[in-house]
C-alpha cells in the first residue's frame, strides 16, 4: 500500500524563527517524485519543493529546503526565517513515475500558523 | 499562461440533484487529474485523463461518477443524485505528459449537499 504519514497535525512558530514539517511515507517502488504543496486558508493549492528520489542532494527553494532519507522514507520541509504569509496547510506527497499509476498520494496535512 | 480554473466555486444543492464541474486545464498540458478534498483531509485520487482518454478511475468513483474530456481540453465531473457524503471540495490539476512534472492544482470547486 502507498501511504503518507505527517504525524503532526497543528504546530505553531514564531515569525522570523524556524520550523521543521515533518513526513514520513512507504511505496515499494524504488522511482517516485516527492512534493511538498501549500494551501492557504480558502486558497488553492500551490508547490512549494519537489525531490527526485535517484537524487541524493537535497531540494532548496528560497526560505524552504527538505531532508529526504529515503532509507527511513523520510522527507520533511524547513521553513527558515518564517513569515506570516507561510500560515497555511502544508500536504506532504509522492508520485510513481513509471508504469501507468500518475495519481498523487497525499498526507492529511499540518496546519502551521505563524504567530506575529 | 493563466493557471487552472475551476467553475463553479461553490455549488449547494439538494440530495438527489445531478451537479456538473467544469476544469479547464493549462493550456498545452495533457495530462488532466481531479482529486477530492474532505474537511482536513488531504486531497484523495479519483481519475485522470491523457488527451481525451480516461486512463485510471479509484475504487472512490462510484458509478454515479462520471468525467470526460472530449477533444483533450476542459473536462467536466457529474456527479448524479447526489449524497450527502459527496460534499466536499473537488479539485482539478493538469500537467505536462510525464507523470513526474509537477501537477498544478485550480481553485477547487466547494460542494454541499443539503
Known amino acids: 500500500a502507498q501511504t503518507v504519514t505527517q504525524s503532526q497535525p497543528e504546530m505553531s512558530v514564531q515569525e522570523a524563527e524556524t520550523v521543521t514539517l515533518s513526513c514520513t511515507y512507504d511505496?515499494?517502488?524504488?522511482?517516485?517524485?516527492l512534493f511538498w504543496y501549500k494551501q492557504p486558508p480558502s486558497r488553492q493549492m500551490i508547490l512549494v519543493i519537489r525531490?527526485?528520489?535517484?537524487?541524493?542532494q537535497n531540494a532548496t527553494e528560497n526560505r524552504f529546503s527538505v531532508n529526504f532519507q529515503k532509507a527511513a522514507k523520510s522527507f520533511s520541509l524547513k521553513i527558515s526565517d518564517s513569515q506570516l504569509g507561510d500560515t497555511a496547510m502544508y500536504f506532504c506527497?509522492?508520485?510513481?513515475?513509471?508504469?501507468?499509476?500518475?495519481?498523487?498520494?497525499f498526507g492529511k496535512g499540518i496546519t502551521l500558523s505563524v504567530r506575529p | 499562461d493563466t493557471g487552472v480554473s475551476q467553475d463553479p466555486r461553490h455549488k449547494i444543492t439538494k440530495r438527489g440533484q445531478n451537479v456538473t464541474f467544469r476544469c479547464d486545464p493549462i493550456?498545452?498540458?495533457?495530462?488532466l487529474y481531479w482529486y477530492r478534498q474532505t474537511l482536513g483531509q488531504g486531497p484523495e485520487f479519483l481519475t485522470y485523463?491523457?488527451?481525451?482518454?480516461?486512463?485510471?478511475k479509484s475504487r472512490l468513483l462510484s458509478d454515479r461518477f462520471s468525467a470526460e474530456r472530449p477533444k483533450g481540453s476542459f473536462s467536466t465531473l457529474e456527479i448524479q443524485r447526489t449524497e450527502q457524503g459527496d460534499s466536499a471540495m473537488y479539485l482539478c490539476?493538469?500537467?505536462?505528459?510525464?507523470?513526474?512534472?509537477?501537477?498544478?492544482f485550480g481553485p477547487g470547486t466547494r460542494l454541499l449537499v443539503l
Open positions: 525531490q527526485e528520489a535517484y537524487k541524493q
Open positions: 490539476a493538469s500537467s505536462s505528459y510525464t507523470p513526474q512534472e509537477t501537477q498544478y
Open positions: 485523463f491523457q488527451n481525451e482518454a480516461q486512463l485510471e
Open positions: 511505496t515499494s517502488e524504488n522511482n517516485y517524485y
Open positions: 506527497a509522492f508520485i510513481h513515475i513509471t508504469g501507468a499509476n500518475s495519481k498523487l498520494t
Open positions: 493550456s498545452e498540458h495533457n495530462r
